[in-house]
């Protein structure tokens, strides 16, 4: 409802926060912004580092994955976006991540640390990573991880940098509060009522006769290539070096009846017991335990006036040797020698006296070298394939520290090579619209579009242990416009439809002129010399902005800004013309009888006020810091992001 008084008074931090927020995967990590930044020679950056923050550094790698994840995010909504629909977003987001740095480098500086501890526990809480009991399951999270396409090191980077926004900014923007005589004022400005009149000048109603010659066309052309630019592009040379490639490699009989000979015991007979234990300081307690227990009783119940809970009693399925080496030999004897279902003890340990129960003896029996065979040449071949692929790799990678090209090193380990075609850095071909960089090659392609010309190739891990595959930028076509004559009929629409816009302007501006010398509004309207829209009547009150959602039209923020019987010309943001705004009346409010209205306000400004201090906060911890931006390094990971 109060979305101008968020506008009065929003800082950069709130935006930010918003944008890290969207940054940090599905499960919401808090970040924060706050402006100002020191630039400047940049000492010993690498041409990677597009930012310093003490000793902490914004890479252009960072950045990357930053707007990947942006980029995936637009997708789910337009699947045929690219990364120039994210352009807008890139220096938020570099503020957003500097600042991110901001905190980390303040929380070091003062010993302020992050125990591995307290960041397992918040990824234990978030979403999607519990298993079917509610718990946290590894398994589940790494299926989160590959959904989410990001790995533990960036999560665990999300977490701490949220728990730092939690544990730093909050506390210096909290408590923030705003007297009844600030609020009140603001209070009647939302009850004020604005009566005006609005006209549009639309463009498309002057693009009579306009019919461009061939050198308007190219003085149009030569103006705008950066309109007509296309981002770079690359043929990127790609060799997997995966299961397909060790499919032959399989484990033979001598090593599986090696493998059998060396591990007998595992497949040797063997017996497990389910085992509920209490253990006591001393043997009064125990007794009593163990007697409650042989009178029926479960243990857990025969322990609970000792104090155990059912979880400290439950042991669960054990070996022998698992359960001496908790509790103790004597232990295990006792407990593996009994009968199922019988009450042991009390048995002495160093850790107290033992009462066992004996719930169920599991038989398992022994396996012959043929009943094995086949669990074990599944687990051999599998071994053997995953050295077979790790010596591949590293033959590549030392064939390559060795000076070899990209062709020499596949050849070396007989890698299949394939090539792109000419694709952007979203993995899209300009040529070919239905082709698309395969998915699960994502690390291929952003190290494909991240290395140089004339770098060495690379070998990049592949997710969901798919092998790894060797990279290299086969051809590299530097951002261009495209040629004039692949693109007139695209040319000629946008000089028709700059020129209809300009003839707009001037109307528009004539219109306006005749308004502040007191024509009459629809009369300036009827002399404009086209068809042109009428006025409209416009009623309004400033409280009946907020159910734009913060997009209030042009028109109407003009017609609040406006003094009363001033007009003024706006321009349409989506490019189609011009509003002409006249404001004939205002009303002013009066909040006296709302009081909830002036505590709502009230609120409202407690939390522009509580955004000014974390601001206050941030802006303070960079002076304190110092931050470095690499200018020329920003400027290029843009353009090779965006094509801009």
Do not use: C
């Not at 397909?244 to 090593?255: S, Y």
């Not at 302007?505 to 300036?524: L, P």
């Not at 404009?528 to 009428?534: F, I, R």
């Amino acid at each position: 409802m109060f979305a101008f008084i968020r506008g009065l008074g929003k800082s950069k931090v709130g935006t930010v926060v918003v944008v890290l927020f969207l940054l940090a995967i599905v499960a919401s990590f808090a970040l924060a912004d706050v402006q100002g930044v020191l630039s400047g020679g940049m000492g010993g950056q690498s041409r990677n580092t597009l930012a310093t923050v003490g000793s902490e550094e914004v890479t252009d790698r960072e950045m990357s994955r930053l707007m990947e994840r942006r980029l995936a995010q637009l997708r789910q909504d337009n699947p045929q976006a690219e990364y120039s629909a994210v352009a807008g977003d890139f220096e938020p987001m570099l503020e957003a991540l500097i600042d991110e740095k901001v905190l980390q480098a303040f929380a070091a500086k003062h010993g302020f640390r992050l125990s591995k501890r307290l960041i397992d526990a918040e990824i234990a809480n978030l979403p999607g990573v519990r298993g079917l009991g509610g718990q946290f399951s590894q398994q589940a999270y790494q299926q989160f991880l590959q959904q989410q396409r990001i790995t533990d090191q960036e999560v665990r980077q999300f977490v701490a940098a949220g728990l730092l926004q939690r544990l730093l900014l909050t506390p210096a923007a909290s408590s923030a509060r705003l007297p009844v005589g600030v609020a009140t004022p603001y209070a009647n400005m939302l009850l004020e009522v604005r009566e005006g009149e609005i006209a549009m000048i639309p463009a498309a109603a002057f693009t009579g006769g306009l019919n461009p010659s061939d050198e308007d066309l190219q003085r149009f052309y030569a103006a705008n290539q950066a309109r007509y630019t296309v981002p770079e592009q690359r043929v990127l040379r790609l060799a997997r070096i995966g299961p397909e490639q060790v499919a032959n490699i399989t484990a033979t009989e001598q090593e599986i009846a090696a493998y059998y000979q060396a591990n007998q015991a595992q497949f040797a007979a063997r017996e497990t017991r389910n085992i509920s234990q209490a253990v006591v300081p001393d043997r009064a307690a125990a007794e009593q335990i163990a007697q409650r227990a042989r009178g029926g009783a479960s243990l857990a119940a025969a322990a609970a006036p000792a104090g155990l809970s059912a979880e400290d009693v439950a042991l669960g399925e054990q070996t022998r040797q698992q359960l001496a080496g908790t509790a103790s030999e004597q232990v295990a004897a006792a407990a593996f020698g009994a009968a199922s279902g019988a009450v042991v003890g009390p048995v002495r340990s160093d850790f107290g006296w033992h009462v066992l129960k004996v719930e169920s003896v599991n038989r398992i029996p022994g396996r012959s070298l043929a009943q094995a065979r086949g669990e074990i040449a599944q687990r051999l071949t599998a071994d053997k394939r995953q050295n077979a692929i790790a010596e591949m790799v590293s033959k590549v990678e030392e064939e390559i520290a060795g000076g070899a090209n990209y062709q020499e090193a596949a050849a070396s380990a007989g890698l299949q090579i394939t090539e792109t075609p000419l694709i952007t850095s979203d993995g899209r071909s300009r040529e070919n619209s239905a082709y698309r960089f395969p998915e699960e090659l994502a690390p291929a392609l952003r190290s494909g579009f991240e290395l140089e010309p004339n770098d060495e190739p690379v070998v990049e891990t592949l997710p969901n242990n798919a092998g790894y595959v060797l990279v290299g930028p086969a051809r590299v076509v530097p951002a261009a416009p495209q040629p004039l004559a692949q693109i007139r009929d695209r040319v000629r629409e946008d000089w028709i439809s700059q020129q209809a816009l300009a003839r707009a302007r001037a109307a528009a501006t004539d219109i306006a002129a005749k308004i502040g010398r007191n024509v009459a509004f629809a009369q300036a309207i009827r002399e404009a010399g086209a068809s042109l829209p009428p006025v409209q009547q416009v009623r309004q009150r400033r409280l009946e902005l907020s159910q734009f959602g913060g997009q209030v039209p042009p028109p109407l923020q003009m017609l609040f800004t406006l003094g009363e019987g001033r007009s003024r010309m706006v321009a349409d943001p989506g490019g189609r013309g011009f509003f002409i705004v006249k404001a004939n009346r205002i009303i002013p409010g009066n909040a006296i009888s709302q009081p909830s209205l002036i505590a709502q306000v009230q609120n409202e400004f407690q939390q522009a006020a509580s955004q000014e201090y974390a601001q206050q906060f941030l802006a303070s911890a960079r002076a304190a810091l110092g931050v470095r931006r690499n200018e020329q390094a920003i400027a290029d990971s843009k353009r090779r992001l965006t094509g801009g």
